[in-house]
């Protein structure tokens, strides 16, 4: 026998077998020769249990299988592939039968046509029917069980509050309901938790492709749409719960619980079990939202640390023959990012580039009369152009393509935003000297101040019901605060288009952390 990758097997039997669980023939039929005929067999019988708790008759299996092979390939190669020639359906069940997939057994005759039928019965044993069920999972189940638990964090803090209710009130068989749902929630928790690590592990190791680029992105929505900011919002408070709940639940606590959530005659054996079972989940609660350092918030900050390499490997920064980009822009991002202080500078960065805020609706002219009575919930989106240019593979030989000279225009267009940068900021130092102020002592407005004020106040407008309102700009420099008048008056700010009337707002405007780290 040779060390290293090259093993010849040695005669004679495994000494390891005696001791430790050795060959299963159950996953045979995946290495067949004719494991497509065996895979579609148990493809059938594992949609069959969803309808079925008596297993299948040969003849129910002979139809379902037609029909499945006919809806994969049509009903013309389904008719050839089940052609007696090219399947023998009995040879396959045998087979099955033989190496532990099915379970096979026989109806008992009741008529004499019973005698005259074929009475066996098919049913996929436990580990088949778990195996298959693995193998056949797609990647996205993950994703869509992870969907069912959206606001994990704050279930698991509502349903640990009604535990410590019903323990404090001796309440043993609610609070054992009430735990059985933190089981279920955390058993999710877990399993999203899990998918998540595989697909990081697997799309960070190597070198970067659109496959793997595609599963980091599906990765990181997965997530913010499961927990997203719960994580901070939460945890305290789970911990908290956990840490004063922590001293009542004694051994006898716990046994009283598991025994309101059994049957009276429920043996020693099974309690036992069952309060270990409870208070390891209880550990683990502990592992996830309590301390500093918790699997909670450890998890979160793998997520955030994700947006570096996500950002690094985008087509977007590699080289590109030429092609204008936004590749330096982006690399100052990245470092700005791993460089933040705290998750919350990180995400306020990550929000800030890519501009997620909230959704402005544009008003845009009718083409008919009736189109103004339309809603804007109703009304279809309005077309926004953009002028894309696209590159195609770059021969590797020949004449280098000449690059478009642009430089007269880019030009043009660097002093044009830089005036309008400079009108902006002039802009926003007067709006700032207004700060504390009422919008009736102010005095008459220029054009980009007027501009700024609006843009101002549709940020942070205020809503029914609401006396003031406070938001930060899109750029992450600024937080506008406007506070409604109590007399609910209104003014008029003159400017060099006319007057703008609007409610009294008492305007002020400060700088945010961002703005002072410049």
Not at 82 to 92: K, P, S, T
Not at 221 to 244: F, H, K, L, N, R
């Amino acid at each position: 026998m040779r060390d290293g990758d090259e093993l010849v097997e040695s005669a004679g039997a495994d000494p390891w077998a005696a001791h430790l669980p050795g060959q299963e023939l159950v996953p045979a039929y995946l290495v067949s020769r004719f494991a497509a005929q065996y895979r579609a067999i148990v493809d059938v019988m594992v949609e069959a249990q969803d309808t079925s708790l008596t297993g299948m008759s040969y003849d129910d299996i002979a139809l379902k299988l037609r029909a499945w092979v006919s809806a994969k390939t049509g009903s013309d190669v389904a008719d050839r592939l089940m052609h007696e020639d090219a399947f023998v359906l009995d040879a396959r069940l045998d087979s099955l039968v033989r190496w532990a997939v099915l379970t096979r057994w026989q109806e008992p005759a009741r008529t004499g046509e019973d005698f005259l039928r074929r009475r066996d019965r098919f049913q996929l044993t436990p580990t088949a029917a778990r195996l298959h069920t693995f193998w056949t999972l797609e990647l996205a189940a993950d994703e869509d069980a992870a969907a069912d638990l959206t606001l994990a964090p704050r279930a698991i803090h509502d349903r640990l509050r009604e535990f410590a209710t019903a323990i404090d009130e001796r309440r043993f068989p609610a609070a054992a309901s009430e735990y059985q749902q933190i089981i279920a929630l955390h058993h999710g928790m877990a399993v999203a938790a899990r998918s998540w690590q595989r697909s990081l592990a697997h799309a960070l190791s190597g070198g970067p492709d659109p496959d793997k680029q595609e599963i980091l992105w599906l990765t990181l929505q997965s997530y913010v749409g499961m927990w997203g900011e719960q994580v901070d919002i939460y945890t305290p408070a789970v911990a908290q719960v956990i840490t004063e709940l922590e001293p009542q639940l004694t051994e006898s606590v716990w046994r009283a619980c598991v025994r309101g959530a059994l049957a009276q005659d429920a043996s020693e054996t099974i309690v036992e079990n069952q309060t270990q079972r409870w208070v390891r989940t209880w550990d683990a609660l502990g592992g996830w939202f309590a301390g500093a350092d918790g699997q909670a918030r450890r998890l979160r900050r793998q997520l955030r640390d994700l947006v570096a390499p996500w950002a690094r490997n985008m087509h977007i920064l590699m080289d590109t023959g030429g092609a204008l980009t936004r590749r330096g822009e982006l690399l100052d991002l990245v470092r700005a990012i791993e460089r933040a202080p705290d998750d919350d500078t990180a995400w306020q960065m990550w929000d800030t580039a890519v501009g997620v805020f909230g959704a402005r609706h544009l008003l845009i002219a009718a083409e008919s009369a009736d189109e103004h009575t339309l809603a804007w919930a109703d009304a279809d989106a309005a077309p926004i152009t953009a002028r894309f240019r696209e590159h195609g593979h770059r021969a590797a030989v020949g004449k280098r393509t000449k690059a478009i000279d642009n430089s007269v225009g880019r030009e043009a267009a660097r002093r044009s935003r830089a005036a309008a940068l400079a009108q902006r900021r002039s802009a926003e130092v007067t709006l700032r000297a207004r700060s504390g102020t009422a919008m009736s002592e102010w005095a008459a407005l220029t054009e980009p101040e007027l501009q700024l004020l609006l843009e101002y106040l549709a940020i942070a407008r205020v809503r029914g019901g609401e006396s003031t309102r406070s938001a930060v700009t899109e750029d992450g420099r600024w937080r506008v605060t406007l506070t409604a008048p109590e007399d609910a008056t209104t003014t008029a700010l003159t400017a060099a288009q006319g007057q703008f009337v609007t409610r009294n707002w008492h305007f002020v405007l400060d700088p945010t952390k961002l703005a002072a780290g410049e």
